[in-house]
């Protein structure tokens, strides 16, 4: 670990027993994850330099770890061909996510933490549900290993790179998933269905079933009552699509 303003080293943290392929900040700055060719994710106290815990569930090499926005989850991808999510907090893994006929070489959170996305030596991007692990997506048209993958911000793009000597952007697609502008706190639903709701931002992540509607909040639930707002029954015209 270095100090940015000074390039002055600050800590070194040991403990893998092999090449150290992936590392992260969580976002409060307080944790760094690490993924090694030791099989082994480990979490580290960015203040001390310790070591907190040490995931082993991965049967192979583990090439890319991330935390999720939150710092609630981590997410890894392994030569195993496996990615994982675990508890931050108590190293438990929560899932594992199959599908991929390749290596993991790359995992990425959502920035509201509701998707996952991989990548893979079968040339492939996936996407991934969180909450339940089911895969939505899976892209594919690189011609060879992808590397790299990312979300833009609002996560209505992804970003991925390859050994075909290409990035591509792609649009994701939106099956059965509400999303919400990071701008306005508008949530539209998917074309013709006709839903249509505002939420204060920040304070929300906002997924859709087929069978259901879930909003997990971080500060328990909001009640928007827009019968006597100051616009009356006309209060839908502030939304411009």
């Not at 509400?178 to 997924?207: A, F, K, N």
Request: glycine share 8%; net charge negative.
């Amino acid at each position: 670990m270095w100090n940015a303003s000074t390039g002055a080293e600050l800590k070194q943290l040991n403990g893998h027993t092999d090449w150290v392929k992936s590392v992260a900040f969580s976002h409060n700055g307080i944790y760094i994850v690490s993924g090694s060719d030791d099989k082994s994710v480990r979490v580290w106290d960015t203040s001390t330099g310790a070591e907190l815990q040490k995931l082993t569930n991965h049967t192979k090499k583990v090439n890319s770890v991330a935390f999720s926005h939150h710092d609630v989850h981590i997410v890894s991808g392994s030569d195993d061909k496996s990615v994982r999510v675990w508890d931050a907090s108590t190293g438990a893994e929560l899932q594992q996510l199959n599908g991929h006929t390749g290596f993991v070489l790359s995992v990425a959170f959502s920035h509201n933490g509701t998707f996952i996305l991989s990548s893979s030596s079968d040339r492939s991007v996936w996407v991934w549900n969180t909450l339940t692990g089911e895969a939505l997506h899976q892209l594919n048209g690189h011609g060879g290993y992808v590397r790299s993958v990312a979300f833009s911000h609002d996560g209505s793009h992804i970003v991925s790179s390859s050994d075909d000597k290409s990035v591509r952007v792609w649009n994701r697609i939106h099956h059965g998933i509400l999303w919400t502008s990071t701008m306005d706190g508008w949530i539209v639903s998917l074309p013709g269905q006709d839903h249509l709701m505002w939420m204060p931002q920040g304070i929300c992540e906002i997924t859709h079933h087929p069978y259901s509607t879930l909003i997990i909040s971080q500060k328990g639930y909001v009640h928007l009552d827009l019968q006597s707002c100051k616009l009356g029954s006309n209060w839908a015209e502030c939304y411009k699509p």
